[in-house]
C-alpha cells in the first residue's frame, strides 16, 4: 500500500501539473490574443475598402471588455476622422491602392466638421487619379456628403437617397407638468439659453426660434455648398424644394428619382457594384463570393502608413466629449484625466501644444481644471492653439480661452456662453395624492431643497445668485482672453450659440482652419521648419485588450445593425425620440444643478452617467457645469 500511494501520489502531482501547464497556456494564448493588432502583412494590392458602419467622430472611446461582454445593446464602430484622413492620403500616393472604396450601407453619420475632413481627404485621393466609389443602400445627409466626393456613387435599386437638411422638433412638457403637479425650478442667465425651455414652455420661444434659425441656416447653407461644389450636376433645390413632385416624377421609384436628380450615378446591387471595383482594383482571389475584389480593410492599412514620429513634438491633447469630474474617457473628456496627461507632459520638452476640442461642455470644476492645466504650459513660454472641431461650445469655449489663436472651421458651433440649472419639486403632485410634508427647522435652509413640500424663497434666492455669479465669472474669463470687457461678451453671450462663420467676426474664433492649420501656426511660432516636427497626440496609447475586443464588439453590432432602406432609417428617427425624451427625463431628474452647458447643440458622442448629489451644498459645489 505505502509504494501504491507513492505512484497514486506522483500521478496527481503530475495531473497537477499538466493542469497548470494548460492553464498557463490558455491564459498566455488569450493574452496574445487580447494583444493582437492588425498587421501591415494584411495589406495587398486592390481597393482600400473603408467600410464605416457607425460613426464618425474625434476621438475613439475606450471599450471596456467587462461592459462589452455584459451590455445589452452592442456598441457601434467609431471611425477618428483624422485616421480616416491620414489613410485616404496613404491611399492617394501608394501604387499598391487602385481605387478607394466607400461602404455606407450602415453609416451612422459624424459631424458637419469632421466630415467634411474626410471629403477633403476625398477630393486629394481623385487628384491622384485614383477613383473613389460609394455603395448604399439608402443615403441621407451624412452619407450624401461622403458620397458626393465619390467619382461613382451607387445605390441599391430597392433603395434611394432624402435630403431632409439640419432642424426637427424638441418636446416641451409645460402642460404635462402642470397635469402631474410637477413644478420645474430654472435658473437662468442668457436670453439664448434655451436648454430649460422643454420644462417651461409648451413651444419655442421667439428668441429660441431666432438662435437656431441662424444657426442651422448657416449650418444648412455650408451643406449645401459643400455637396454642390462636389457634385454640380446635382439638382438640389428639385430634391429639397418640392420633394413630393420630385418623387412622383420617378413614378415612386426612390432609387431611380435620386439618379434623375445627379444624388446618385447608378443603381445596382451590392454585387454589381462589388463586380464594377473589381473590374478596376482586381479580383479577390481568396474568396469565391459573387462580387468579392481585392481589397485592404482600414486597420491593417493604417498599420502599414504610421504617422509621422521625427523631429521636435508639438502636443495635442483631445478634449472630446462632455467634460465630466474625474478620470473618464477617451471619448468622454474626464477633467482629471485631461489634466493628468497635460502634466505628464510638462516635462516633454514639447515645442507647442495644440488643443483640440470637440465638446458641449459639461462640469465646470473639469473645465478649470483643465483650462489651469493648460496654462501651466502656457507659463512654460510655448505656443497654444486651439483647433474647434464640430462642438467647442459653453465648458468647451471655457477650456479654450487659454490659446494664443483659437482656430474653428465655418461648421463648427461655438459659444454658449450661458448658465442655467433646473431642478423638479412634486408640491403638487402630492398635494394631489393626499401626501403632506412638515417638520422641524433651525434655519430657512434646514432640510432644503425640499422636492415634496417645495424650494423655499431663500433656497430660489440662493440657486439663482450661485447661476449669476458663474455666469460673471465665465464672461469674465472670456473678456480676458479675447481682448475685450465683459460689457462687450456679454452682449454676444447670453447663451446664443453660433456658427464658426459669425464667431469669427465676433472675435470669438480668430481663424478659419483645421487641425493642421493650427499645427502649422503652431510650428512656426515655435520656429519649427517643414519636416522637423511631428504632432505628439497626448493620451493615445491604446490598451493591449481594446483592439481585438472592439472587432469582436464591432463585428457583433455590425450583424445587430443591418443595412437600413428608408424606412428603416424613419424606424431608427423613432428611436430617437424615445431616447430624447428619456435624455430630457434624465436632465430633469438627475440633479445636475447649475450648469454652463450646451445642451441645444447637435451631437454625435457618447452618453454620460451622472452623479446624483443630494443637498443645497453639493448643489453649489459639486454640480456648477459650464
Given amino acids: 500500500m505505502s509504494f501504491a500511494g507513492k505512484v497514486w501520489r506522483l500521478l496527481v502531482g503530475i495531473k497537477d501539473g499538466l493542469s497548470l501547464l494548460f492553464l498557463l497556456l490558455f491564459f498566455g ?22 467600410e464605416l458602419d457607425g460613426y464618425v467622430v474625434e476621438e475613439r472611446s475606450e471599450v471596456d471588455p467587462l461592459e462589452a461582454l455584459l451590455a445589452a445593446e452592442t456598441q457601434l464602430a467609431e471611425y477618428p476622422a483624422r485616421d480616416l484622413a491620414r489613410a485616404l492620403d496613404a491611399a492617394a500616393s501608394d501604387d499598391r491602392i ?3 472604396v466607400l ?46 466626393h465619390a467619382s461613382e456613387v451607387w445605390v441599391d435599386p430597392l433603395g434611394g437617397a432624402v435630403i431632409t437638411g439640419p432642424g426637427g422638433t424638441h418636446l416641451y412638457y409645460a402642460d404635462l407638468f402642470e397635469k402631474l403637479g410637477v413644478t420645474a425650478h430654472i435658473y437662468r442667465v442668457g436670453t439664448f439659453k434655451s436648454a430649460v425651455e422643454p420644462y417651461s414652455r409648451n413651444s419655442m420661444s421667439d428668441e429660441a426660434r431666432e438662435n437656431y434659425a441662424a444657426l442651422y441656416g448657416a449650418l444648412w447653407e455650408e451643406w449645401q455648398a459643400n455637396v454642390k461644389k462636389a457634385r454640380p450636376a446635382l439638382e438640389l433645390s428639385r430634391v429639397t424644394t418640392d420633394p413630393v413632385t420630385w418623387i412622383k416624377d420617378s413614378g415612386g421609384d426612390l432609387a431611380k428619382a435620386a439618379q434623375d436628380a445627379g444624388l446618385v450615378d447608378k443603381l445596382g446591387s451590392r454585387v454589381e457594384f462589388g463586380q464594377r471595383v473589381a473590374e478596376i482594383a482586381g479580383q479577390d482571389d481568396w474568396s469565391d463570393d459573387p462580387g468579392a475584389f481585392a481589397a485592404t480593410d482600414l486597420a491593417p492599412w493604417l498599420a502599414d502608413n504610421p504617422a509621422a ?24 473628456a ?9 502634466d505628464d507632459a510638462l516635462e516633454d520638452d514639447l515645442a507647442a501644444l495644440v488643443v483640440r476640442v470637440d465638446s458641449p461642455g459639461g462640469s465646470i470644476l473639469a473645465s478649470e481644471e483643465v483650462r489651469r492645466a493648460i496654462l501651466r504650459h502656457k507659463a512654460k513660454g510655448i505656443p497654444i492653439a486651439v483647433s474647434m472641431a464640430n462642438l467647442a461650445a459653453s465648458g468647451g469655449y471655457w477650456v479654450s480661452t487659454p490659446a494664443d489663436r483659437i482656430f474653428a472651421q465655418p461648421e463648427t458651433i461655438t459659444g454658449s456662453i450661458g448658465v442655467f440649472g433646473v431642478l423638479p419639486s412634486f408640491e403638487g403632485a402630492a398635494a394631489k395624492l393626499g401626501i403632506n410634508a412638515d417638520g422641524y427647522r433651525t434655519t430657512a435652509l434646514s432640510g432644503q431643497p425640499d422636492l415634496v413640500a417645495g424650494f423655499s424663497p431663500e433656497v430660489d434666492a440662493i440657486l439663482q445668485a ?31 450659440v453660433w456658427d464658426g462663420g459669425s464667431a469669427r467676426q465676433l472675435g470669438l474664433v480668430d481663424q478659419f482652419g483645421g487641425l493642421d492649420d493650427a499645427l502649422a501656426w503652431a510650428a512656426k511660432q515655435a520656429k519649427l521648419e517643414d519636416g522637423k516636427w511631428h504632432a505628439r497626440f497626448l493620451g493615445s496609447k491604446v490598451s493591449n485588450y481594446d483592439s481585438l475586443i472592439r472587432r469582436l464588439v464591432a463585428s457583433d453590432a455590425r450583424e445587430a445593425h443591418a443595412a437600413q432602406d428608408l424606412f428603416g432609417q424613419i424606424a431608427g428617427q423613432q428611436a430617437q425620440m424615445g431616447r430624447m425624451l428619456a435624455q430630457d427625463v434624465e436632465r430633469l431628474m438627475g440633479a445636475r444643478g447649475v450648469q454652463v452647458y450646451c445642451l441645444e447643440c447637435p451631437r454625435v458622442g457618447h452618453a454620460t452617467p451622472r452623479a446624483n448629489p443630494a443637498g443645497l451644498m453639493s448643489l453649489l459645489t459639486t454640480l456648477t457645469r459650464p
Fill in 29 to 50: 494564448t488569450l493574452f496574445a490574443l487580447l494583444s493582437a493588432r492588425p498587421s501591415p502583412g494584411q495589406v495587398r494590392e486592390g481597393a482600400l475598402l473603408l
Fill in 98 to 100: 487602385k481605387a478607394v
Fill in 103 to 148: 461602404d455606407l450601407s450602415k453609416f451612422m453619420g459624424g459631424g458637419q466638421v469632421h466630415l467634411q475632413e474626410v471629403a477633403e481627404a476625398l477630393d486629394r485621393v481623385r487628384a491622384a487619379d485614383k477613383p473613389v466609389l460609394a455603395y448604399a443602400l439608402a443615403y441621407g445627409d451624412d452619407a450624401m456628403m461622403l458620397a458626393a
Fill in 309 to 332: 514620429s521625427h523631429g521636435k513634438p508639438i502636443g495635442v491633447i483631445t478634449i472630446a466629449g462632455e467634460l465630466v469630474d474625474g478620470d473618464a474617457g477617451p471619448g468622454i
Fill in 334 to 342: 474626464g477633467g482629471n484625466r485631461i489634466a493628468g496627461l497635460l
Fill in 466 to 496: 450661485s447661476v449669476e455669479s458663474n455666469y460673471a465669472k465665465f464672461l469674465g474669463i472670456v473678456a480676458k482672453s479675447r481682448g475685450k470687457s465683459a460689457q462687450e461678451i456679454d452682449t454676444i453671450a447670453q447663451g446664443r
